[in-house]
């Protein structure tokens, strides 16, 4: 951690498992019957989604796609680069992209319109968390942990320049003074 920075818990492991499991009942009751394919925008959603894919009892595939804008610092560049795409057909298919926070929304909006054009048969988006406060692109989310206030996040799969990803809660960054 820099030395100027501390860690703060927003939100405990106990209440992302609950939350965890929230969403899998969700995602079960609508995709059962569908055998669909789960696509994790990588690298933040990682561990989310193996938690979650644990949690359903119905066949599914599971592909990540490697997008960024961020780079290394704390906002967004608003230039989404794709550094790897998704390797199974999404045609004709049932697609449920899991995703760690939607934050402005540029990633995730890009990541779909892209997909969409696939010509999938459905696709949704399961999103841990929501940080609507920075929202430049409308995004509808159709499964959604929780909504986190307007700070930087770090922790179960969210990094601060790679760094904390591993962290089983979830913290926000605090300067300190």
Known sequence: ME????LNILVRRGEIEATVERLAAEITRD???KNPIMIGILKGSFIFLADLARLLDFPLE???????????GRETSGMVK????IRSGVAGRH?????????SGVTVAFFLESLKRKKPD???LCALLDKPSRRRVPVNINYLGMTVPDKFLVGYGLDYDEKYRNLPDIYFLEEAV
Do not use: H
């Not at 697609?95 to 934050?103: A, G, N, P």
């Open 3 to 6: 030395p100027d920075t501390r």
């Open 31 to 33: 995709y059962r019957d």
């Open 62 to 72: 599971i592909d990540f796609v490697r997008l960024a804008s961020y780079g290394s």
């Open 82 to 85: 794709m550094l790897q795409g």
């Open 95 to 103: 697609v449920l992209v899991v995703e760690d926070i939607v934050d």
């Open 122 to 124: 459905s696709v949704r």
